[in-house]
């Protein structure tokens, strides 16, 4: 499953949403992108489950080096892999240990009955507290330092789509590096970025000084910091 030439909006309004963890899952599924498939990151520490199925915007970059998380309403749970098209209605402000973590929450274009939902205002309060307290315990029970910011409604989605998917697109072009470590590296042409090679281990690294990312990572596998 190749995501790369899949845009994050296919049309002004709506996403396209790869759904990874099913609603009422403990599973936590990831994204493999080097394999093209899903895979088990872990199980949940505490009993909750999913509230909504979940997964992420393809091709856009959050600051937690991961795409832009996202939820969507569905009437029944679908399966990991399944892409979505949808409308978001919302975001759910966090940070995570420091990093901003925001929350896309949508509704599929397909489900008829959710046509006339376009704002989190017409989904019910109570249920929006559900979502905000399940990601606060399960993440704190991970040991991890969760602060919940809050809701937003649809007006806000657009500038943070935007500027996840710039960040997306900077990490694509060519930009001065800065050695990371002072160890033996080879220079190193790879899919138009200029990347050393640690001769030592085989895998490269170097700081993308305008997203200020620490890149890591196999020749066809680089991952982020």
Same mark, same amino acid.
């Given at each position: 499953?190749?995501?790369?030439?899949?845009?994050?909006?296919?049309?002004?309004?709506?996403?396209?949403?790869?759904?990874?963890?099913?609603?009422?899952?403990?599973?936590?599924?990831?994204?493999?992108?080097?394999? &093209? %498939?899903?895979?088990?990151?872990?199980?949940? $520490?505490?009993?909750?489950?999913?509230?909504?199925?979940?997964? !992420?915007?393809?091709?856009?970059? +959050?600051? #937690?080096?991961?795409?832009?998380?996202?939820?969507?309403?569905?009437?029944?749970?679908?399966?990991? /892999?399944?892409?979505?098209?949808?409308?978001?209605?919302?975001?759910? #402000?966090? $940070?995570?240990? &420091?990093?901003?973590?925001?929350?896309?929450?949508?509704?599929?274009?397909? #489900?008829?009955?959710?046509?006339?939902?376009?704002?989190?205002?017409?989904?019910?309060?109570?249920?929006?507290?559900?979502?905000?307290? !399940?990601?606060?315990?399960?993440?704190?029970?991970?040991?991890?330092?969760?602060? %919940? #910011?809050?809701?937003?409604?649809?007006? +806000?989605?657009?500038?943070?789509?935007?500027?996840? !998917?710039?960040? !997306?697109?900077? %990490?694509?072009?060519?930009?001065?590096?800065?050695?990371?470590?002072?160890?033996?590296? =080879?220079?190193?042409?790879?899919?138009?970025?200029?990347?050393?090679?640690?001769?030592?281990?085989? /895998?490269?690294?170097? $700081?993308?000084?305008?997203?200020?990312?620490?890149?890591? /990572?196999?020749?066809?596998? =680089?991952?982020?910091?």
């Amino acid at each position: 499953m190749d995501l790369s030439d899949l845009p994050p909006s296919p049309s002004p309004g709506l996403v396209n949403l790869v759904v990874e963890i099913p609603a009422g899952s403990r599973n936590k599924y990831e994204y493999f992108s080097s394999a &093209g %498939i899903m895979a088990l990151d872990r199980v949940l $520490h505490s009993s909750v489950r999913y509230p909504f199925d979940y997964g !992420f915007i393809p091709n856009t970059l +959050a600051e #937690d080096g991961a795409p832009l998380d996202a939820m969507v309403v569905m009437e029944e749970p679908t399966f990991a /892999g399944c892409l979505i098209q949808a409308r978001p209605i919302g975001v759910l #402000d966090m $940070h995570d240990s &420091g990093a901003y973590d925001g929350k896309l929450l949508c509704v599929p274009t397909a #489900d008829p009955r959710q046509r006339e939902i376009n704002t989190i205002k017409q989904i019910a309060q109570n249920l929006l507290e559900d979502v905000a307290e !399940f990601f606060r315990t399960y993440k704190s029970l991970e040991g991890r330092v969760i602060v %919940i #910011d809050g809701w937003r409604d649809y007006d +806000a989605v657009d500038e943070l789509l935007k500027k996840e !998917f710039d960040s !997306f697109r900077v %990490i694509k072009k060519p930009h001065p590096i800065m050695l990371e470590y002072n160890l033996n590296f =080879i220079p190193y042409q790879h899919n138009d970025l200029d990347i050393w090679r640690n001769s030592l281990s085989g /895998g490269i690294s170097y $700081h993308d000084t305008e997203t200020n990312l620490i890149i890591h /990572g196999g020749i066809d596998d =680089i991952w982020y910091d």
